[in-house]
């Protein structure tokens, strides 16, 4: 090969693999924006916690590489008691109905878990609902409502945050092995339909251009 061809190549797969590692390092370490991560390439995994094996120990808090981690807590409505006062909102649950929002000790060190009047007056039902924004997965709402409550609140890997590690941090260090990888779609994901729909729709549009063409000459 001739030598200006041959470092014409190496230069440009040296540029496209430092470009391949800048775009990963600032997904993980520039605090990435949110729209540019849903335009990420569909991944045919992800990864998840398998909620019958995770024990709260509280890693997924620190060991994920986002900061915060792309752990959240959620609570699952159609299990959820509605609760006066909840395990996963209220350190102590001896406090009055009236109290609860002025004076009651939250679980939550960032004061996450929302809790909203849902009906009955300060005594009826309340609906208790995870700030995303603030939750940073620690575990600790998770873990009172699964060993004291209804086990509504479960922890979950956000796929929109996750940037999809080939080895999930945090899988490397879970005590329980709850961390696994899941196929999203199965190996045959139509993807190619999709494409043969595209081309035929592109030749469909030509074939009629072609012909509004042809209309437009016979009649000049
Ligand atoms: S590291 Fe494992 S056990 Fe600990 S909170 Fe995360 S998934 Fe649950
Ligand atoms: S206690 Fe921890 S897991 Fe629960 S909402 Fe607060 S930050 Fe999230
Ligand atoms: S795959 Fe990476 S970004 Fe996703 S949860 Fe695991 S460590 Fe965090």
Redesign the pocket.
């Known amino acids: 090969m001739n030598p200006g061809r041959r470092r014409f190549i190496e230069f440009g797969g040296r540029l496209i693999g430092a470009a391949a590692l800048g775009g990963v390092g600032w997904r993980v370490f520039g605090g990435a924006d949110p729209e540019a991560e849903f335009s990420q390439p569909k991944r045919p995994y992800v990864w998840r916690?398998n909620t019958d094996?995770?024990?709260?120990?509280?890693?997924?808090e620190t060991?994920c590489v986002r900061n915060p981690s792309a752990?959240k807590a959620v609570n699952d409505q159609v299990k959820c008691s509605y609760c006066v006062a909840c395990y996963g909102h209220l350190a102590e649950l001896t406090i009055s109905s009236d109290k609860i929002n002025s004076e009651g000790k939250r679980v939550c060190p960032y004061d996450a878990v929302l809790r909203k009047e849902f009906g009955g007056g300060k005594d009826g039902y309340h609906l208790y609902t995870i700030d995303q924004e603030h939750c940073t997965?620690c575990?600790k709402c998770t873990k009172r409502c699964n060993e004291l409550g209804t086990k509504s609140m479960f922890?979950v890997i956000r796929p929109e945050l996750c940037i999809g590690c080939n080895r999930c941090a945090?899988a490397a260090?879970?005590?329980?092995h709850?961390?696994e990888l899941v196929h999203c779609y199965p190996e045959d994901d139509y993807r190619g339909d999709f494409e043969l729909d595209q081309e035929l729709k592109r030749m469909e549009e030509a074939d009629m251009g072609g012909m509004e063409d042809a209309q437009s000459g016979e009649k000049s």
Not at 54 to 60: A, H, I, L, S
């Open positions: 916690i094996k995770c024990t709260f120990c509280g890693k997924c060991a752990v997965g575990g922890l945090i260090v879970c005590p329980d709850a961390i």
